[in-house]
């Protein structure tokens, strides 16, 4: 357990039993900064039951979560979102009646709350950080505009720029694209690719096509197990996979 790894993320023989049924089953994951990387699978095979582990929302039975090495898995969700992990869930959890400025300055990681930002002076250093970030999630020429009157895809992503604008070293996101326009889902492509400069990245998705344009590697689950690991042209040419998932 005392080991160090050069991996921002490694996952070994992680277990997590719910009434004796295995849900993630001895499951071995190692990440690297720089890595985009995609898990895969069909329903229940323990996609969201891995990134609940990792963020601390499901305590493992066994196994060991090591980040930036860390031991997550005796750690509170707080402490690991302190540590550098940040997650985006399917629906986004913005603030509506706020700008999108102001979204992104009540996650800027000050301690401060909704109201207290509300008083707060902006400081020069949170702007440029706001106005750099904004940029970066395609919203530089909205930031005026209340969240509410975003579409959806750009909810979406000042959903990941409010995770952005605390700098995790690790982001994970579930299903992405879901419900995005084709353009959107082009534009979010290229704002994943951006983002996992300089840290890494987790997705899960069922959109083969976006998996393709932007996995660097592919890890398929199925029950709760690894079915197969590696570029998507290896994946996607595994017998295996073809049966359980890309067949249907
Ligand atoms: N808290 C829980 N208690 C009991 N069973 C659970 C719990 N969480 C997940 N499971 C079970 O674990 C299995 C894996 O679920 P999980 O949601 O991780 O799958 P998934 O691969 O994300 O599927 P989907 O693509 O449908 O989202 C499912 O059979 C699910 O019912």
């Not at 899960?204 to 197969?228: C, N, P, S, W, Y």
């Amino acid at each position: 357990m005392s080991s160090t790894t050069d991996f921002t993320l490694s996952i070994e023989g992680l277990t997590v039993s719910f009434d004796g049924f295995k849900a993630v089953d001895d499951l071995n994951l190692y990440i690297d900064k720089n890595e985009l990387h995609v898990v895969i699978g069909p329903n229940g095979a323990g996609k969201t039951t891995v990134l609940d582990l990792i963020c601390g929302k499901t305590k493992s039975t066994s196994g060991s979560i090591k980040f930036l090495n860390k031991e997550l898995t005796k750690m509170s969700e707080h402490a690991i979102v302190r540590a550098g992990v940040g997650r985006k869930f399917q629906t986004p959890s913005i603030y509506e009646n706020l700008t999108v400025l102001e979204n992104l300055e009540v996650s800027y990681p000050a301690g401060r709350g909704v109201l207290g930002s509300l008083v707060f002076k902006r400081s020069t250093a949170v702007l440029q950080k706001i106005h750099e970030i904004a940029a970066e999630i395609m919203l530089d020429d909205q930031l005026d505009t209340e969240a509410g009157l975003l579409s959806h895809g750009q909810k979406q992503w000042l959903e990941i720029g409010m995770l952005l604008i605390q700098d995790p070293q690790l982001l994970m996101l579930d299903e992405p694209v879901a419900g995005m326009s084709v353009k959107e889902r082009e534009q979010t492509g290229e704002l994943l690719k951006k983002i996992s400069k300089g840290r890494s990245v987790l997705v899960i998705e069922h959109d083969m096509e976006f998996v393709a344009r932007i996995a660097q590697k592919v890890t398929v689950l199925h029950q709760g197990k690894i079915l197969a690991a590696g570029n998507m042209e290896k994946v996607q040419s595994d017998p295996k996979v073809i049966e359980v998932y890309l067949g249907h």
